[in-house]
T-cell receptor, first 110, second 114 residues
Framework: GDSVTQMEGPVTLSEEAFLTINCTYTATGYPSLFWYVQYPGEGLQLLLK?????DKGSNKGFEATYRKETTSFHLEKGSVQVSDSAVYFC?????????FGQGTRLTINP | DAGVIQSPRHEVTEMGQEVTLRCKPI?????LFWYRQTMMRGLELLIYFNNNVPIDDSGMPEDRFSAKMPNASFSTLKIQPSEPRDSAVYFCASTPGGGYETQYFGPGTRLLVL
């Protein structure tokens, strides 16, 4: 069945560092792909998405490119801030529902 | 719009007691999802509804769990009897008809069963 695998956390970086969180998926066809973010004490919220191969989703300085050759959707940001500390979830649209990865906890130190 | 509303935000109960979690989706959204989040198992989809009808409840862990959606603006998730292993954060999410990609999550209910 459909599945999403994220790099294991937690990830700790210093402010202004470059961020990459890896995400790979297994699915039939070419599903839409998403990154959701969960800030402390809150529910998940959509960060960005891509609906077809080679699409790049972007928001708040974060980017991810849909790579069908490598079945990947890695999240990147050039310069992280303390306020980016959160848990990040990669997801794909499966049959009638979203399939989430296990989440990656990111902590940014000043 | 107020977003997805969940109540209570925190619940502490003793093993064996009945627990009812409540959710009000965003007005006009046709899909409603219940999730459970734990450190060990991550985010799990329990059940989802379309136009108030349960579509897939394969994620409901056992018969102690039940969910209803009596109308478009209200849903409940009930655990009876509750057990310590049910301790988790329970999220409700909704999405507009015609697409379920962007799900709007509520703030969650943090449940602790002693």
């Amino acid at each position: 069945g459909d599945s999403v695998t994220q790099m294991e956390g937690p990830v700790t970086l210093s402010e202004e560092a470059f961020l990459t969180i890896n995400c790979t998926y297994t699915a039939t066809g070419y599903p839409s792909l998403f990154w959701y973010v969960q800030y402390p004490g809150e529910g998940l919220q959509l960060l960005l998405k891509a609906t077809k191969a080679d699409d790049k989703g972007s928001n708040k300085g974060f980017e991810a490119t849909y790579r069908k050759e490598t079945t990947s959707f890695h999240l990147e940001k050039g310069s992280v801030q303390v306020s980016d500390s959160a848990v990040y979830f990669c997801a794909l649209r499966g049959a009638q529902k979203l399939v989430f990865g296990q989440g990656t906890r990111l902590t940014i130190n000043p | 719009d107020a977003g997805v509303i969940q109540s209570p935000r925190h619940e502490v109960t003793e093993m064996g007691q009945e627990v009812t979690l409540r959710c009000k989706p965003i007005s006009g959204h046709d899909y409603l999802f219940w999730y459970r989040q734990t450190m060990m198992r991550g985010l799990e989809l329990l059940i989802y509804f379309n136009n108030n009808v349960p579509i897939d409840d394969s994620g409901m862990p056992e018969d102690r769990f039940s969910a209803k959606m009596p109308n478009a603006s209200f849903s409940t998730l009930k655990i009876q009897p509750s057990e310590p292993r049910d301790s988790a954060v329970y999220f409700c999410a909704s999405t507009p008809g015609g697409g379920y990609e962007t799900q709007y999550f509520g703030p969650g209910t943090r449940l602790l069963v002693l």
